[in-house]
């Protein structure tokens, strides 16, 4: 049984798709070829410049580990191999807990929903449903998104337009600026438009209805199919937009915490890091960094590796102390499955703040 007691880095997997882009900035430079590799990319191998790719997939079965005892291991085949070793005790599901991913758009996505657990239980093999968070990491000037329904649209209404490929105006419409966390709880319809780079959080699992799709085709030239019956069946008219959340934001020896947004299914918090940031893991659960600005090295007692923009790392549960030490100013996601009660619906009395700042950033 290998020692799991090191920050452990992760391989993208990128997928094309017809809204996609060759530019993947700020998280991925594909050099060109007479450009020297950067000595921190280790075993990173991005797609060629002349595929539109819409997605990076971070925490997928496929990703690779790239360092570590579970080196050219798949997340997938390690999950299946040491189960609590990379979960956590209270963890018993089968694969990963949480996925996420990097989206970059140039074109519209479609208009889609997903299903809740109930729904995919029935509906879809006893598949999990899909709960997700959206953060802002780019928007171009007139970059939007739609998320929700405008007031009294009713099914019936939605299918209609759906039908004509005219669906968009029935649909509350925002401009994001970066930074900006949203949460798309089941049955909430939406669609994100060109000039974004984002990066979601979601369960574990892939299951999108696609509701109208603008008449157009696919990588193969074929019509994508629509999930109409599915997709408004699960569609709930009266979800309001998750959005624009309050900035929960305390000082840290490092520079600072956020603290973005929490569910059952994930949380999420953003360092930033301006010096030395040392950490101890916690001993219940695995915690994943995702890199989404800035240069520097993981430090451990056994040696140290280079990381950059675009890197994944999971941090097994009770590995050894590490450090991340910064060459640049550093950004880092870190995603986990909480403790609602221990880790944020104490931070009012731990740190001080309104109550009711915290229960809109905690969806149960």
Known sequence: MPKLNTPLKLSPIFKPKIWGRSDLYPLFDRPENDEPANPSAQNRALPDKDELIGEAWITDDSSRFLSGPLAEMTLGEASNKFRSKLYGANWKGGRFPILAKYLFTSDWLSVQVHPDDRYARLHEHGSLGKCEMWYVLHAAPKA?????LKPNTTREMLRAACEKGASQDLFQRFHPKAGEVVFVPPGTPHALGPGLVLFEAEQNSDITYRLDDYGRVGLDGKPRPLHLKKGLEVTNPEL???????RIVVREPFGHRRYLVASRYFAVEELAIHKAAHFTPPAERAETLAIVAGEGRVETAAGWLGYQAGDAWLV???ADR???APTEKTRVLKFYIPDLEGDFRRLRSRR?????????????
Not at 144 to 148: A, N, Q, R, S, V
Not at 352 to 364: M, N, P, Q, T
């Open 144 to 148: 939007e998104f739609l998320l929700g």
């Open 240 to 246: 309001p937009p998750c959005r624009n959340l309050p």
């Open 316 to 318: 097994p549960p009770g």
């Open 322 to 324: 590490y450090m991340l």
């Open 352 to 364: 001080g703040f309104k109550s009711a700042d915290v229960k809109k950033i905690l969806f149960a």
